[in-house]
Structures are given as C-alpha cells and as structure tokens.
C-alpha cells in the first residue's frame, strides 16, 4: 500500500523579537498554534495529534514541555509527542509529524516547535563544566569559526562570501514581517566593518537569538481537499544523524547531510536539485554556512557553492533564491528556526509568503541541520500533489 | 586495569520565566495575600490558575478569588525534610482545596506529627511575613477550627504586578569518563597522549571513547601519538566568555597530534595570534600541576604540506 500524501494546510508563526516578555513559554506556542489553525479555518477538536519540539532541554530549563503545554496545545485526550534532535529540531519535528499522516496513523496533525532566548541561555547549555575536560571555548560561534575556515581553504573562496550572504538575508528579511532583525540601513560595507568575533566569522555574519515560536497544520488527501486555501505537498523528506567528532567526519560537508539530501531527492524524483527546486529555505546561522550547504545539497560541485552566491544566483530575484524570509540570519529562535525554515519553503509553494513571495515557485526545499554538524533534516514541498 | 575516575558535576542555572497575565495575577496576588483561581468554560474553578482550559484548549482569563481556608483532601507525612523544603521540622504534604475551588493546590501542613492530620480536616494560609509574589508567600497551612473565611474582595488587578519569575534550576551528578578517558588522563599526568586503535578502520582516537563510532566496535589496543602535531584549522576569538579565564585574542585550533586519526581541540600560543595558519607545525606546552597541556607553540619545522593533514580538519 502507498503512502498517504501529506499535505500543508496550516501555518503560524509569531513575530520573532530578542525577548517577548508580556507571555510565558505556554502563551507563545499557543500563539503560533492559533494563528496555523486559523489558517486552516480549523478548530482544536479538529485535530487528532500534537507534535512539538524545542531546544535541548539545558537551555531553557524546561525537561518536559509535553506536559506542560497540553492544555496550550489542545492536546488533551490526544496523543502527544516530543521530538528532540537539537538545533535541527524544528525541522525532525515536522517530519514526526508528517510520518503519523503518511502511515495513516492520524488524519490531521498539529505540529509545534518554539523556543524563548530571551528566558534560555544557549552558551551555558552547550558549555556544562563536564569535570576532567579542559574549558577552551563557549558557544556556537567558536565552534563552527574552523570549519569556515576549513570551507574557505578548500574551495579558495574570497573571504568576501559570508557579507553577500548576511547582507542578502538581512535585506530578505526587511520584505518578512515575522523576521526578528529589521535593519532598515544595513549596508554591505556595514556588514564588512562589523567586528570579528570568532575570526573568519563577524558579529554581522551571525544569527541573533530570539524569542518565536512556529507551528502548522498538516493533513491528508481529504483534509487537503477541505483547505481554504492552496495546500503545500509533501514530495519528500528524511532525517539523517551521524557523531559530532570521529575519524574520517567531513565537517564542512557532512555525509549525513548529503544523504539526507539524497533521499529527499529520490522520493521526490529530482535528478538536478539545481535546475529543479525553485527555492531554498536553509539553516544559516553563520553566513558561509550558504555556500557550504549549497555544496552538501546538491546545488553546486564542491568547491563551486561560493559561486553562485558571488553570482546573485541565491538572491530573491536570482535563479535559485535562498532564505527568502530572512534565514535564521535574520530570526534565531532556535528551537523552531527548522521549523520555520520547512514552514517558509512551504509558504513558497502556496503562494502565500507575502513580499518575500518568489513568482513561480512550483517546488521548495526546507532544510535544518543541528549538534556539530550532526543532524540533519528536510523536506521537499510542491505546489502539485505527489504523483503516485 | 587503572582506576576508574569520578567527580561530582554540578548544572546549576537560574532560568528567568515570564508569566503571562494568568500565573502574573495569581502570584502578584499571593504578595497581596490574596489567593485567586480561574474560572473554565464549565464553571469550575481552578486554584492554582491555568491560561489554558483543560478540557476545552479555550484560553482562560476570567479570575476568581478564593478563600485563604480550605480542606485537605489527601495528604504525606514527610518526616526527614531536605534542605529547600518549605519547612524544617516535620510537616505533611497536603493537597488542599480551598473554599471556592474545585481543585486542590498542593502546600504543606505545619503539624506536630502523623498523628494530628487527617483527610477532611480544615485548615488555612500561614502568609509568609516577606512576601515577593511566588507560591512560597504562602510560608505553609495551619489547621484551623473556624467558620470558612470570607474572601477579600479582590478584583484580581494589582499595582505593580509580578511579570517575571526567576527559577533556580540545580541538578547533581556523579560524573565518569569511564576506562578508555581514565587510562588516558593518567598517561597525560606522565605528559604522553595516549590513545586507543580501532581493531577494524585502524584509526587512532585521540581522546579515546573505548569504541570507534564508525565501525561500533571496541577499542583497547593503545597508541602513544604526537607529541608534535599539525594546526589543520582554527579561529581566532575576539569575545571573552563569562566562565573562561583566557585572554583573547586567543587561537583556538584543532590539532592533529602525529598519529591521530582525527584533531583534537587546544589553544595556540607562542605565535602572534595573526601569524597562526593552518599547517603549522606544534607541540604542547606544560604547567606544574595541569592536567591538560596548558597550550601547543610552534616547533619551528617547515609546514605540513596540505595533503598531509586535509582528511583531519
Ligand atoms: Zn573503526
């Protein structure tokens, strides 16, 4: 028996802000949850699961938002999951999700993710003095700053990228309403003179943290057929995990997220990701992570991702946009930023993501990836249901 | 086989919450020694409040105020309290419903023993004598003989509300690396890296793990590498982070110890920060008493050639 084709019919987002004080954790997934249900002019009795994920649980210091947040969520004699795959949660969430409509488990599905940087503290979660160990670094940053250097070794890429990248998406996010920064006066000399934090890395070339929440509604034929509005179709999606260290990792450009990639395309019958996805929706949190993710999807030989960003192939207007909501350059709650990006590439598909709209878009890709370089996850949506 | 290393690992962090109208007036409330519930799409009334209703997902505003007396409905004995608890001789947790409610808010009993405190007995709010708009305003329950109290007549509104909460968050660990790291650790005590060979990809883990991640086999043949090694990337950090006392700018590199199948991470100095390239060639440098090297410097041999160290990044 084939699998039940997955369909879009409901997206939320909040307005992604450094800290949204006037709510608690509960009032703010709530909040994406409504605005998915109104969306989908669907009520809570409408639906029959609820998926959630979040930041690793260090962060914000709640162990258990499933029980927490069931009466938010109308989850109440209904089952409800917890996916936890670190940064790339968002996007492992929506795929939880999809799975329970394509094995015919449940019909409708309510799908959540969120997080409050404002009420969390990302650095300490990801640096616990672990006794024994020598303290030589604190958060993200630092982190991935080798592995950029590392891309740039191996592709000769001008150290010039990572500003066309965060100048791009900065400007990208002025056409969202929901992206968090808003900088009306960004240049990209302004982004070339930004101080260097974790050298090749400037403070312009990373992601803010936020407080946001995302959620959607997703269905099968039949609650596709009742939508109010045009759905987006799942085409493909798949999950693929591998260590953070071990002998042998290609950090730059992981083989989990290449064959997380892969399978994608193969379910969803693409054989030339380049010339037939027609937008791009990518975790970014540091600039150059564009040009390296354009390698490790596909999208361009390796060593050649560099290029069609210096091209203005990944602008709005380009051939191949990238992170046309702003990216998580623009709007970093971590918790849902992969969500946000699956939601924003299905938005695309629907025709209904407002000013940061690509005319055209048939097919979008939604990527996340999370830990070091270690998970990743992704879907492919179509304007089409899937041919079967 | 050496001994096997502990120590105690302690996560400690003080989470900031905001509260939302609903637990915003309830705990402003309790400042004001006023207890307030809410009131749900079928009428009950919940004490402890909830933005949300429970059986129907509508969102709940409607706020009621309670009486400071009520009757225990169930009922522990907590004979050894720990540090923390809400009191520090002998007291029974108790679930109370509180006139006014349908539901039951869980406190404790200021009691003398087992004995005095039984299911259906009434009893009322001990304020605490400094109150900051948190449940511990409440400082326990007293068992009381009188007519239900009335309520104060509150609206539920309050000046300077409570909006945000500060949360302490603490969890105790005993922490160990377990056999590979300890034989490890004590080797680096004689300042010699050791690591362990996988049996089947033969690669050397520097740490060691007691197995290969790639192959999930175990590991136990041990390999001595470095002590020199190779920089294959690195950055330069330019942000001072809270919990870590080095200066920057400091290079933080990943180093590929002769014989190694895969870098570690250390710090770069005896270089000046900007002279630092991938390819330079390194060796550690010690401190009495450290466990660690305290940071590599350069050698002073001619650069790794790329292809050498391009699989170690
Ligand atoms: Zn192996």
Redesign the pocket.
């Given at each position: 028996m084939s699998k039940e084709p997955v369909a879009v019919v409901g997206i939320g987002q909040t307005k992604h802000v450094a800290a949204r004080r006037d709510v608690s954790i509960a009032g703010l997934v709530r909040e994406a949850a409504r605005r998915a249900l109104d969306d989908a002019e669907l009520t809570w009795a409408d639906i029959d699961a609820v998926v959630i994920g979040k930041a690793p649980d260090f962060f914000e210091g709640v162990m258990m938002p499933e029980l927490y947040l069931a009466d938010a969520l109308g989850a109440v004699g209904k089952p409800l999951l917890r996916v936890h795959t670190a940064g790339s949660v968002g996007g492992s969430t929506a795929l939880v999700a999809a799975g329970l409509i394509a094995a015919r488990v449940h019909g409708t599905v309510l799908t959540c993710a969120f997080e409050k940087q404002s009420e969390s503290n990302a650095m300490w979660g990801l640096s616990l003095p672990i006794p024994f160990q020598q303290p030589l670094l604190a958060g993200a940053g630092g982190f991935f700053a080798p592995h950029v250097r590392a891309y740039m070794r191996r592709s000769g890429a001008p150290d010039t990228i990572g500003s066309l990248v965060a100048y791009k998406d900065r400007r990208n996010a002025l056409k969202n309403p929901f992206a968090h920064l808003h900088e009306h006066d960004i240049t990209l000399e302004k982004v070339q003179s930004s101080p260097m934090l974790w050298d090749p890395i400037r403070y312009s070339e990373t992601c803010p943290s936020s407080d946001g929440a995302c959620a959607m509604v997703l269905t099968d034929r039949a609650g596709a057929a009742r939508a109010p509005r045009p759905p987006a179709w799942m085409h493909g999606g798949a999950m693929r995990s591998e260590p953070t260290l071990f002998?042998g990792k290609d950090a730059v450009s992981p083989r989990a997220g290449k064959d997380c990639a892969a399978d994608v395309y193969r379910q969803a019958r693409i054989t030339d990701p380049r010339r037939e996805i027609d937008a791009v929706e990518m975790y970014v949190p540091f600039s150059w992570y564009e040009p390296m993710w354009l390698e490790n999807l596909g999208f361009a030989d390796e060593g050649e991702g560099w290029k069609l960003t210096e091209a203005g192939v990944t602008e709005l207007d380009g051939d191949l946009p990238v992170n046309m909501s702003g990216g998580v350059l623009s709007s970093n709650p971590i918790g849902a930023s992969g969500m946000i990006r699956f939601a924003e590439a299905a938005l695309q598909v629907r025709g209904q993501a407002g000013e940061h709209q690509v005319e055209g878009v048939r097919r979008a890709l939604g990527h996340a990836y999370g830990g070091g370089s270690q998970f990743f996850a992704m879907w492919l949506v179509g304007a089409e249901p899937p041919s079967t | 086989m050496p001994e096997v290393l502990r120590a105690p690992l302690v996560v400690e962090f003080p989470f900031t919450r905001s509260l939302g109208p609903v637990q915003s007036a309830f705990l402003t409330g309790l400042r004001e020694r006023v207890v307030l519930g809410v009131r749900t799409t079928d009428g009950r009334v919940l004490v402890p409040p909830v933005e949300y209703d429970p059986v129907t997902a509508d969102e709940l505003r409607d706020l009621v105020e309670v009486a400071p007396t009520g009757t225990v409905t169930t009922w522990a004995w907590n004979p050894h309290p720990r540090p923390g608890q809400p009191l520090a001789t002998p007291f029974a947790w108790v679930l109370v419903r509180l006139d006014g409610a349908d539901t039951s808010l869980l406190h404790v009993l200021d009691a003398p023993g087992p004995d005095s405190v039984r299911t259906g007995m009434r009893v009322r709010v001990r304020w605490a004598a400094t109150r900051t708009g948190a449940i511990t305003d409440i400082a326990c329950f007293d068992p009381y003989g009188g007519a239900p109290a009335q309520p104060s007549g509150s609206t539920g509104e309050f000046a300077d509300p409570v909006t945000g909460i500060v949360t302490p968050a603490r969890l105790d660990y005993t922490y160990t690396p377990g056999r590979a790291q300890s034989a490890y650790l004590d080797a680096l005590a004689e300042h010699r890296t050791v690591g362990e060979r996988?049996?089947?990809?033969?690669?050397v883990y520097v740490p060691p793990r007691g197995a290969?991640?790639?192959?999930?086999?175990a590991?136990t043949e041990q390999v001595e590498v470095g002590p020199r090694g190779t920089v294959t990337t690195f950055c330069i950090v330019n942000i001072k982070a809270r919990n870590l006392d080095i200066e920057v700018p400091y290079v933080y590199a990943h180093i590929a110890l002769d014989g190694a199948g895969l870098a570690l991470h250390g710090r770069i100095a005896g270089i000046p920060y900007d002279q630092v390239r991938m390819g330079l060639r390194v060796e550690p440098v010690w401190t009495e008493g450290a466990r660690h090297p305290d940071h590599y410097r350069p050698t002073g041999e001619p650069d790794a050639d790329y292809d050498t160290y391009r699989e170690l990044l």
């Open positions: 002998a | 996988c049996p089947q990809c033969r690669k290969c991640p790639t192959c999930g086999v590991t």
